[in-house]
Nanobody, 123 residues
Framework: EVQLVESGGGLVQAGGSLRLSCAASGLTFDDYAIAIGWFRQAPGKEREGVSCISNSHGRTYVDSVKGRFTISSDNAKNTAYLQMNSLKPEDTAVYYC???????????????WGQGTQVTVSS
């Protein structure tokens, strides 16, 4: 069974940085077909895709985070990361990771999520 555990969230002032981690078990990051996506859900809003990293298709970012967020992975640790810089109040949300489609489709209706980690950016 695949399990995903997110961590690294917190409270930060606008302009600050956080690094989120997604530790996965039950799968192997070295697998060519593996992709990990980061999503977020703000209060009263639908969950949206933020970024994705794929062994076969590289990295994907939603326009609102391009140039500020960087996704990476450590295959030896089966962990994906989301480095978030220049944070804005509108980045406030619960952030989730999931095993994504190999082509990093951020619009796909995924249904396997971790518990999420709260990110709060104060103005």
């Amino acid at each position: 069974e695949v399990q995903l555990v997110e961590s690294g969230g917190g409270l930060v002032q606008a302009g600050g940085s956080l690094r989120l981690s997604c530790a996965a078990s039950g799968l192997t990051f070295d697998d060519y077909a593996i992709a990990i996506g980061w999503f977020r859900q703000a209060p009263g809003k639908e969950r949206e895709g933020v970024s994705c990293i794929s062994n076969s298709h590289g990295r994907t970012y939603v326009d609102s985070v391009k140039g500020r967020f960087t996704i990476s992975s450590d295959n030896a640790k089966n962990t994906a990361y989301l480095q978030m810089n220049s944070l804005k109040p509108e980045d406030t949300a619960v952030y989730y990771c999931t095993v994504a489609t190999p082509d990093c489709d951020l619009t796909y209706e995924y249904n396997h999520w971790g518990q999420g980690t709260q990110v709060t950016v104060s103005s």
